[in-house]
């Protein structure tokens, strides 16, 4: 049994007086659950958040992570940031390779699996992120796109236990449109067919797959409830305390009692 995962990527949203309050309203709502010690919750802030989250959510459920890192350990490279840096900051996830790192920044597989290494070599958790363009889609190349950020980036020597994969559709993300269940589920299944290669099957069977992509309390239930989905990785919705706190709501409806 996959403990499903519910992930905030507050992307470049929020001051430190704004993050303060809806981190307060994340660890207020998160309490009122029942959460049966059955879902985890994270929150993935920018950077200059980082101190301050972790006072906020010290002795709380809440755990909370990075968007990105740079792959290399120190040196000239402005504006950046090592996994040593949030490593001082006690988080403990790191998003690799988000749609927007890949096409608006150009990152490419080759630099992303520097950057998933990175990671999982501190003792964190990277939550590699994966998905096709419309593009791709409407070309019927989604598998074949698939199966090379998975086949290029994700290999034996990164420990299982510390990868979460995300898959964000492209044309998904902020657009309010979401991929039905069945174009979810189809994927995660490619997904861990493709973990199933790369370690064995038993070992695939343990790795979360998270989907992403305009999920909202609205769709969460169904999304959340396919066989292959282990949690969200949420962006706009995540931005709203209430609505953070219904899709967690929504997670902990599948967990079983
Ligand atoms: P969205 O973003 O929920 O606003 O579509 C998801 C993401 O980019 O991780």
């Known amino acids: 049994m996959r403990k499903p995962l519910i992930a905030g990527n507050w992307k470049m949203h929020k001051t430190l007086v704004e993050a303060r309050e809806l981190v307060g309203g994340i660890v207020e709502g998160v309490g009122k659950l029942d959460a049966r010690g ?15 989250i972790a006072k906020a959510v010290a002795k709380t459920p809440v755990m909370f992570g990075a968007q990105n890192v740079h792959e290399e350990s120190q040196g000239a490279f402005t504006g950046e940031v090592s996994v040593a840096m949030l ?64 086949g290029e980036v994700i290999g034996p020597d990164v420990p299982a236990d510390r990868l979460v994969v995300a898959y964000e559709p492209v044309w998904a993300i ?48 169904d999304l959340l409830s396919l066989p292959d989905v282990d949690g969200a990785l949420v962006g706009g919705a995540c931005l709203v305390a209430s609505d953070f706190i219904a899709i967690i709501s929504a997670a902990v409806a599948t967990v079983p009692a």
């Open 174 to 221: 902020g657009t309010g449109k979401t991929a039905s269940p069945e174009q979810a589920q189809e994927v995660h299944e490619w997904i861990r067919a493709s973990l199933a290669g790369t370690y064995d099957r038993a070992t695939a069977d343990r790795v979360r797959i998270l989907y992403g992509g305009s999920v909202k309390p609205g769709n969460a239930a």
């Open 87 to 150: 490593k001082d900051t006690g988080c403990t996830h790191v998003i690799v390779g988000h749609s927007e790192r890949r096409h608006v920044f150009g990152e490419k597989n080759d630099r992303l699996a520097k950057k998933v290494r990175a990671v999982v070599e501190a003792g964190l958790t990277a939550i590699y992120c994966v998905g096709e363009t419309l593009d791709e889609r409407e070309a019927g190349r989604t598998r074949e796109v698939i199966e090379s950020q998975m």
């Open 38 to 52: 059955g879902v985890e919750v994270l929150i993935c802030t920018p950077y200059t958040l980082l101190f301050p």
